[in-house]
């Protein structure tokens, strides 16, 4: 399976992104699609997750309430809507794939290439 992140780029503070994962093979129910995130001499963390036959999603403490992660089952696409970005939440950001829910990047088996979100003061 091939992820294909798109979406990021340089906002102000304040502002939103909507980062866009497009899977090459069709994402089953039992799928997780997840997002990750690495900053610079940090080592990568969970953002965010959704079960791709529930919808159930998850998110990190840092991003809850200003991210939404969801599917588009159609185009095999998860997304995620990232609003009032802060400086700290530059990263680069990867999506994933895992068989079953979890937030450490040992159970995903498939990664996107990234994205890089720069947020400015």
């Known amino acids: 399976v091939q992820l294909q992140a798109s979406g990021g780029g340089l906002v102000q503070a304040g502002g939103s992104l909507r980062l866009s994962c497009a899977a090459s093979e069709r994402i089953y129910s039992s799928n997780v699609m997840g997002w990750f995130r690495q900053a610079p001499g940090k080592e990568r963390e969970f953002v965010a997750a959704?079960?791709?036959?529930?919808?159930?999603?998850y998110y990190a403490d840092s991003v809850k309430g200003r991210s939404t992660i969801s599917s588009d089952k159609a185009e095999n696409t998860v997304l995620m809507q990232m609003n009032s970005l802060k400086p700290e939440d530059t990263a680069v950001y990867y999506c994933?794939?895992?068989?079953?829910?979890?937030?450490?990047?040992?159970?995903?088996?498939?990664w996107g290439q990234g994205t890089q979100v720069t947020v400015s003061s």
């Open positions: 959704i079960r791709w036959g529930t919808g159930r999603s």
């Open positions: 994933a794939m895992a068989k079953s829910y979890s937030r450490d990047v040992r159970e995903y088996d498939y």
